[in-house]
């Protein structure tokens, strides 16, 4: 009987394991019809390894998580099942993604060099410019998860920025993050932080969150400075 539960147990996470690899071949496939099989490998694993940072720290903080899940021009996440228990956890498994994704980006801009094949400094230019994007102060982003150590209204700072990139380069992803985000906002505009709940979760020491902030800062800094040098490299203009 209990070789028959283990069994069955073994099978249940098997099967996770390949509901996750399903909706990443669908990803793969369907990037590849479009952008091309090369293209399309290249950018689902910046995705994979975007997404297994935030799995990597959520379970060493002892969180329960689940294997990425995959949708094609939506981008993938993990399914954490239990919530981080404050604000410092929540920030240290958000930040984990855009860090490991960006380490995964700068392997492929160094593999291809200046000159190497455009398709894989496309690559990294796709990996740096999402990761960047991904910090935007905005909840549901990784980024509105990361500056929640400073206060969840900064959430707000990040609507016009989000305004402004849909007005310069219109996209229906942005309307459907902002959605997302909507509940969010109205969160954050209803914020008080001297509720006691409140006041628990956000507690963080002022030297954890200067740290936090600034490998924030940093990080935000160099993916934009890395977009603008690899963008100009695939331009038509560099050729």
Same mark, same amino acid.
């Given at each position: 009987?209990?070789?028959l ?22 990803s ?27 799995f ?27 919530q981080?228990? *404050?604000?410092?956890?929540? &920030?240290?498994? %958000? ?8 380490? $995964?980006? #700068? /392997? ?6 200046d ?20 910090l ?7 980024g509105?998860?990361?500056?929640a150590?400073?206060?969840p ?9 989000l ?12 309307l459907?993050i ?9 969160k954050?505009?209803r914020? *008080?932080?001297?509720?006691? &709940?409140?006041? %628990?979760y ?7 969150? $200067?740290? #936090? /902030? ?7 800094a ?13 331009s038509?203009?560099?050729?």
């Amino acid at each position: 009987m209990i070789k028959l539960l283990l069994l069955l147990l073994s099978g249940a996470k098997l099967g996770k394991l390949f509901a996750s690899g399903g909706t990443m071949l669908v990803s793969l496939v369907v990037y590849a019809f479009v952008f091309g099989w090369r293209y399309a490998a290249g950018f689902v694993a910046l995705l994979f390894a975007h997404e297994m940072g935030h799995f990597v720290a959520a379970r060493q903080r002892g969180l329960a998580v689940g294997m990425p899940t995959f949708i094609p021009f939506v981008g993938a996440w993990i399914d954490l099942k239990e919530q981080p228990r *404050d604000v410092e956890t929540e &920030a240290y498994v %958000a930040l984990a993604g855009p860090v490991v994704g960006t380490v $995964a980006t #700068i /392997l492929c801009y160094l593999a291809a060099g200046d000159d190497g094949p455009r398709w894989l400094l496309a690559v990294a230019y796709a990996g740096y410019f999402l990761n960047l994007f991904n910090l935007l102060p905005l909840s549901p982003l990784d980024g509105g998860r990361i500056t929640a150590v400073l206060s969840p209204r900064i959430w707000l700072v990040g609507v016009p920025i989000l305004v402004a990139l849909f007005v310069w380069q219109p996209n229906p992803m942005l309307l459907l993050i902002a959605l997302f985000a909507a509940p969010q906002l109205v969160k954050a505009w209803r914020h *008080d932080p001297k509720a006691p &709940a409140n006041a %628990a979760y956000y507690a963080i020491s002022p030297r954890r969150r $200067a740290e #936090i /902030l600034a490998a924030y800062l940093g990080l935000a800094a160099y993916l934009a400075f890395m977009s603008v040098r690899t963008h100009e490299l695939i331009s038509p203009a560099a050729q």
